[in-house]
C-alpha cells in the first residue's frame, strides 16, 4: 500500500528530484565564496585551495555520462540511493574534515555521488511524466535547480560568515534524507530488457578518457599551454575516448550506445546543450571578472551584476514548459539560440565601450531565454528513446553539459590574451552560431509531445 497517492506520486517525486538536483548545482557554486576561509583554517596553497572546487567538478565530469546507463543496467531507484548516500557521506566527511588533503579527497569521492545521480533528474521525468507532461516536468526542476545555483554564493557567504563554512557540506545530508524517503515512496520501476551486463572494460575507457581530457582542460591555465603535459594528457584523453568508441560498437550490450549520434535528433541536442554551457560560463565568470576589471566594481557589486542574468530564468523556465504542449520543440530552441545569439554579440559590440548600463541591460534576456534552449532539446532526447534508454540519454547530455562549461573555460582563457573580453565574447558568439546549423538541419527529425513534426 503506497502512502502517496498515484494522482500527486509524480508532484512528489518532482519535487523531490528537483531539489536534488538544487544541491547537485549548490554544491558547484556555494564553496567559491568560501574558499578563503576554508584556505585559511588548513593553511593551503593556492594550488591546493584551487583543487578544493576542481576535485569535485573533475570527478563530476569523469564520470556523469555513465550514471544513467548504470540506472539502466541496476535499476534507477537502487541507483539513485547508492548516488544520494555517496554524496550525503561524502558531504559529511568533508564538513568534518580535519585537514585539507582530506577534504580534497572526499570532495572528489563527493563529485562521484553527483555524477550518478545528476543525470538520473531527466531520466525519473522522462520516464515519470507522459510526453505531453515533460517539458512542464523539465521545466520545473531547471528553475529549481537554477534557483539553488544562483543561491549558492549567498548561502555559502551566509554560512561562512555567520556560522561555519563546515555548514555548506552538513546542510546536505539533511536535505538528502527527506529526498531519498520521497523518492523511495513515490518511485515505480520500469520494465527492462534481460541479458544486460556492465561492461567494465568501456567504463574504464570513458572515465580515464574523461578524467585525462578535463584535467587537461582544467589544469591549462595553471601549467601553460606550452607545457607538455597539457597536450600529452589531451592527447591520451582523446585517444581513450576514440577507442572507447570503437569497443563500444562492436559490444551486445555496450555502456554507451555510440551509435546514437549517427541520429541528427540525438547529436544536434547534445551539441546545443554543451554550447549553452558554454555561454553560461561566459555569463557567470567573465562578465563577474569584466565588471572589477574594466568598469571598476567590487566584488558585491559585480555579484550584484551577473545575478541580472538568472534572475528571470526560473519563471522563464515554466513558461517554456507550458509552451511545449503548444509549440514544437525547433520553434522554442530557435527562440532560445537566437536570443543567447543577440546576447553574446551585443557583449562582443559593446565590450570595449566599458559602460555598466549597456552591459546590464542585456543580462536579463540572457537568463530568460535559457530554458528555450535546454528545456525543448533535453525533450527532444527524451522522445527519440524509449524509457529503458533514458538513463543513457540524460547521462549523455548532462556529460554535454558539464563539457561545455569545461570547454568554455579552457577556450575562453586560451583567447584572452590575444584579444582581452571582446575575443571572449565573439568567439562564443561565432561557435555558437556554427553550433546551431546542425540543429537547425535536424528539423525534420524533431518530434513535440503530440508526435507531430518538430
Avoid at 524509449?386 to 547521462?395: A, L, N, S, V, Y
Wanted: charged letters at 10%.
Amino acid at each position: 500500500m503506497h502512502l502517496i497517492d498515484e494522482q500527486n506520486r509524480k508532484w512528489w517525486l518532482l519535487g523531490a528530484i528537483s531539489c536534488v538536483l538544487g544541491i547537485v548545482l549548490l554544491d558547484e557554486t556555494v564553496v567559491g565564496v568560501a574558499l578563503p576561509t576554508i584556505q585559511k583554517s588548513f593553511g593551503l596553497s593556492n594550488t591546493e585551495a584551487h583543487w578544493v572546487v576542481n576535485a569535485y567538478l573533475l570527478t563530476f565530469a569523469a564520470f556523469v555520462a555513465i550514471g544513467g546507463r548504470l540506472a539502466d543496467l541496476f535499476g534507477t531507484l537502487r541507483v539513485f540511493l547508492t548516488g544520494l548516500t555517496i554524496f550525503s557521506v561524502c558531504s559529511l566527511v568533508c564538513g568534518f574534515a580535519p585537514t585539507g588533503s582530506i577534504l580534497i579527497a572526499a570532495r572528489a569521492a563527493q563529485g562521484l555521488g553527483a555524477a550518478i545521480i545528476f543525470p538520473l533528474y531527466v531520466a525519473m521525468i522522462g520516464m515519470t511524466f507522459p510526453k505531453e507532461q515533460r517539458g512542464f516536468g523539465l521545466a520545473v526542476g531547471g528553475a529549481v535547480g537554477t534557483s539553488f545555483l544562483a543561491l549558492g554564493p549567498l548561502t555559502g557567504g551566509l554560512l561562512t560568515e555567520f556560522v561555519s563554512w563546515r555548514w555548506i557540506f552538513w546542510i546536505n545530508p539533511l536535505i538528502a534524507v527527506g529526498v531519498g524517503t520521497i523518492v523511495a515512496l513515490t518511485w515505480r520501476e520500469i520494465d527492462r530488457p534481460a541479458g544486460q551486463r556492465m561492461d567494465w572494460i568501456g567504463l574504464l575507457l570513458i572515465a580515464v578518457g574523461m578524467f585525462c581530457v578535463v584535467f587537461a582542460l582544467m589544469e591549462a591555465n595553471n601549467w601553460g599551454w606550452e607545457d607538455l603535459r597539457i597536450p600529452g594528457f589531451l592527447v591520451a584523453g582523446v585517444a581513450l575516448l576514440v577507442l572507447f568508441c570503437r569497443v563500444e560498437v562492436s559490444r551486445r550490450t555496450p555502456l554507451i550506445e555510440v551509435q546514437l549520434f549517427r541520429d541528427m535528433v540525438f547529436t544536434s541536442s547534445n551539441l546545443t546543450i554543451l554550447m549553452a554551457q558554454y555561454s553560461k560560463i561566459i555569463l557567470f565568470v567573465f562578465i563577474a571578472l569584466y565588471a572589477q576589471t574594466e568598469l571598476g566594481l567590487g566584488p558585491l557589486q559585480a555579484g550584484a551584476l551577473v545575478m541580472l542574468s538568472p534572475i528571470l530564468q526560473p519563471p522563464a523556465a515554466l513558461v517554456c514548459g507550458r509552451m511545449t504542449k503548444k509549440m514544437s520543440y525547433k520553434g522554442l530552441v530557435l527562440i532560445g539560440i537566437t536570443g543567447l545569439g543577440v546576447c553574446l554579440i551585443w557583449l562582443t559590440v559593446v565590450a570595449p565601450l566599458k559602460n555598466l548600463l549597456l552591459v546590464a541591460c542585456i543580462l536579463p534576456l540572457s537568463g530568460a531565454v535559457f530554458p528555450f534552449v535546454m528545456i525543448p532539446t533535453r525533450a527532444a532526447i527524451l522522445a527519440m528513446l524509449p524509457e529503458h534508454k533514458h538513463g543513457q540519454g540524460g547521462g549523455v547530455s548532462m556529460a554535454s553539459q558539464i563539457s561545455g562549461g569545461t570547454i568554455g573555460l579552457a577556450i575562453s582563457s586560451a583567447v584572452f590574451p590575444f584579444g582581452g573580453y571582446q575575443a571572449v565574447f565573439g568567439v562564443a558568439a561565432a561557435l555558437f552560431h556554427v553550433a546551431g546549423v546542425p540543429h537547425r538541419s535536424a528539423r525534420k527529425r524533431l518530434i513535440r509531445s503530440s508526435e507531430t513534426p518538430f
